[in-house]
């Protein structure tokens, strides 16, 4: 059985703030990504990542950065918070294929900027 | 362009009737769409995924039908009980790495 776990569920931060997510697959994936969701917007990947220290620009990268050092665990970093970066966060992982796997998800955490 | 038409946004059937929710998508060369299920409060499920050399496949209550020369997907959902009850999205992929996501179905089943 798939576990993606993310390191909070809920978050509360302050403008400015450098913020670090973290998410854990213990499945051996290749491919991680991070999306954020909204009201209305659906799920929007911000960055994925599909080897160690590999990463990709998604739809909407701008004041995000990643990190991934080791094939477990795919860091999301907002550099300096601010208001609009609040939202639901989401990982996923999912096996390398070429041709697209089922996507794992995470719980989420649930970001609030002050 | 790359992303995904999902209708309606909101459902509400009885229960035991069947409810249907389509998506649309434009890059012919997608070829892998997965739906997923979001329980309040819970991470998204995948419950059903096509590949663009299938036309349908069916899962006990759901199932995916594709028409890839009209560029869409359905979700189907017979004898709907109350805890199907969720956020309904739809994805597709061509490569596997970046995917595009509906907006979400939010259906309610009236008990």
């Known amino acids: 059985d798939v576990k993606v776990t993310q390191s909070s569920r809920y978050l509360v931060k302050r403008t400015g703030e450098k913020v670090f997510l973290e998410c854990v697959q213990d499945?051996?994936?290749?491919?991680m990504f991070w999306y954020r969701q909204d009201p209305g917007l659906g799920l929007r990947l911000i960055y994925f990542?599909?080897?160690?220290?590999?990463?990709e620009k998604g739809d909407i990268p701008e004041g995000y950065s990643v990190s991934r050092e080791k094939k477990e665990r795919f860091s999301l970093i907002l550099e300096s918070a601010s208001t609009n970066q609040t939202s639901m966060y989401l990982c996923a992982s999912s096996l390398r294929t070429g041709t697209g796997e089922t996507q794992y998800f995470g719980p989420g955490t649930r970001l609030l900027v002050l | 362009g790359e992303n995904v038409e999902q209708h309606p946004s909101t459902l509400s059937v009885q229960e035991g009737d069947s409810a249907v929710i389509k998506c649309t998508y434009s890059?012919?060369?997608?070829?892998?769409f997965p739906w997923y299920k979001q329980e309040l409060g819970k991470r998204p499920q995948l419950i059903i995924d096509?590949?663009?050399?299938?036309g349908e496949k069916k899962d006990q209550r759901i199932a995916v039908t594709l028409n890839k020369t009209a560029k869409h997907f359905s979700l189907h959902i017979t004898e709907t009980q109350p805890e199907d009850s969720a956020v309904y999205f739809c994805?597709?992929?061509?490569?596997?790495?970046?995917?595009?996501f509906g907006t979400g179905t939010s259906l309610t089943v009236i008990p």
């Open positions: 499945m051996d994936h290749e491919n």
């Open positions: 096509i590949r663009s050399n299938v």
């Open positions: 994805a597709r992929t061509n490569t596997g790495n970046q995917f595009y």
């Open positions: 890059d012919s060369a997608s070829n892998y």
């Open positions: 990542s599909y080897d160690v220290k590999m990463k």
